[in-house]
Nanobody, 118 residues
C-alpha cells in the first residue's frame, strides 16, 4: 500500500510564510509526478503546483511568484514553500502523487489546513 503524509499546515498572518511537506511511503517503482491541490470552503478543489520526476514545474496563476514546489527524490518527498500568504490562500491543502507500482495510479494525502488570518 502507498501512503502520502502531509505536514506543515497551520495559522499564519497575511504576508507570512509556511512550508508544507508530503512524504510518500510504501512499495512502488517510481513517482512520476507530485502535486499540491487546495480546497477552500464552498469552492472546488484546484491544482496549485506540480513537479515531475525530472524537475519540471507548473503553477496556478494565483500563486506564481509566491509559491515554490520542490522535491527530494531520495526521500520521496515534495515540498511547497508558500511566501507572501494572503487570506485567499486559506484552504485545506492536499498532496497528490502519480506513482508507478508498476501500474500508474493516483494517490492522495489526508490534507492539511492552512489558515491565513490576522
Amino acid at each position: 500500500q502507498v501512503q502520502l503524509v502531509e505536514s506543515g499546515g497551520g495559522l499564519v498572518q497575511p504576508g507570512g510564510s509556511l512550508r508544507l511537506s508530503c512524504a510518500a511511503s510504501g512499495i512502488f517503482f517510481s513517482i512520476v509526478a507530485m502535486r499540491w491541490h487546495r480546497q477552500a470552503p464552498g469552492k472546488q478543489r484546484e491544482l496549485v503546483a506540480a513537479i515531475t520526476s525530472d524537475g519540471s514545474t507548473n503553477y496556478a496563476d494565483s500563486v506564481k511568484g509566491r509559491f515554490t514546489i520542490s522535491r527530494d527524490n531520495a526521500k520521496n518527498t515534495v515540498y511547497l514553500q508558500m511566501n507572501s500568504l494572503k487570506s485567499e490562500d486559506t484552504a485545506v491543502y492536499y498532496c497528490n502523487a502519480a506513482i508507478r507500482r508498476p501500474s500508474l495510479n493516483d494517490y492522495w494525502g489526508q490534507g492539511t489546513q492552512v489558515t491565513v488570518s490576522s
